[in-house]
């Protein structure tokens, strides 16, 4: 059975003004272009006005300026932030249906462990000694979780996740499938003979609370000490995140981002994808990388953007592109001016050679 909800319950929960039927029911939210009646949606980009006179929405979060149109038949609700409010609205429709009810018959969970109340496991998921679990966990199958984990109130593992020996995940996160934490950081010492020894990775990952990590990313333990990821980051999918790294409070890293060790971002920070950022650096807080930057060096300012590789000012990286774009019209004007001045050049020495 889907989630119903009537346009006043919507209301009550984003704290708006209310205008048209109350008691209109809708079953989720959609686009404004292509929403049906059973369903709610939202106005925030003007660009977007134009299907507000022909959804079929019966619900529309729309803001505390908008017009409404001659013979607009949905109920509307003026808040604020249309855009904050529908991310209100998703949430409140979001009752995944994990399939999850108790610990699975074919999951493993060890004597020692220690499982709170209202947790859910998956079939083939393996519990380790001494992990502990807090109260209303989920975790899919096929999940892996070593020894002296503990995972907090409230956590979604999805499937496939592996969580190495001794890693802390905290309150409200989640992480999706194929997401590997505590795995090996990369460390190896050359030895005379040409060779290279690994280096013992003893430390861990801490995760801290209302964390979300995207598919396939690695998050490697600190060889010494812990890999931190602060409260309230988020991580796209496919991300490196190497030993001994720092991700500050409520810093976001787009896919294909690469954080070498001991590097530490600074909170509210905004990676763009495929940013790499070099070993043992320091990146100040609220700055921003565009997509594919190279950070080689030590951020100490604040607040500023970033691009190109290695990263510099965002607004002079603009200006060099420009720059670069006309290289081929530049050469072929420097040529040309060689020509001239080759011609000139000629020219004067045959000037030259008359007088004499």
Not at 26 to 40: D, R, W
Not at 106 to 118: D, G, L, P, Y
Request: glycine share 10%.
């Amino acid at each position: 059975m889907p989630m119903i909800l009537t346009a006043a319950e919507l209301n009550t929960s984003l704290n708006g003004r209310l205008e048209g039927n109350a008691e209109v029911e809708v079953t989720g939210p959609a686009p404004i272009e292509s929403a049906t009646k059973e369903e709610v949606t939202f106005l925030a980009n003007p660009q977007y006005a134009k299907y507000a006179a022909e959804t079929s929405a019966s619900v529309i979060i729309v803001s505390k300026d908008f017009q409404r149109p001659s013979g607009f038949e949905p109920t509307i609700i003026r808040v604020s932030n249309p855009y904050q409010s529908f991310t209100r609205v998703m949430e409140l429709f979001q009752q995944e249906d994990t399939g999850l009810t108790g610990i699975h018959e074919q999951a493993f969970v060890a004597e020692s462990a220690t499982i709170a109340n209202h947790v859910s496991v998956g079939a083939n998921t393996y519990i380790g000694e001494n992990v502990e679990v807090g109260e209303n966990v989920s975790v899919f199958g096929n999940v892996y979780i070593g020894n002296r984990v503990v995972i907090d109130k409230d956590t979604m593992i999805y499937p496939g996740t592996v969580i190495y020996r001794n890693c802390r995940i905290g309150k409200n996160c989640i992480v999706h499938g194929g997401t590997v934490i505590g795995s090996d950081g990369f460390g190896f010492t050359p030895q005379d003979d040409g060779h290279y020894r690994k280096i013992p990775q003893m430390g861990n990952v801490i995760i801290e609370d209302h964390v979300e990590i995207g598919a396939n990313c690695s998050i490697d333990r600190a060889t010494l000490g812990s890999t931190v990821i602060r409260h309230g980051v988020k991580l796209d999918n496919l991300i490196q995140v190497a030993h001994n790294v720092e991700i500050g409070e409520h810093t976001v890293v787009a896919a294909q981002a690469g954080i070498s060790g001991s590097t530490q971002l600074g909170n509210h920070c905004v990676v763009g994808g495929q940013v790499g950022f070099v070993g043992h650096i320091k990146v100040a807080e609220g700055n921003q990388f565009q997509a594919q930057s190279g950070v080689p060096r030590t951020i100490d300012d604040k607040g500023k953007a970033w691009a190109g590789s290695p990263a510099f000012d965002y607004r002079q990286a603009l200006k060099s592109q420009v720059v670069y774009q006309r290289l081929p019209e530049v050469e072929k004007r420097i040529q040309s001016l060689e020509q001239e001045i080759q011609r000139l050049q000629q020219q004067e020495n045959k000037d030259a050679n008359h007088d004499e």
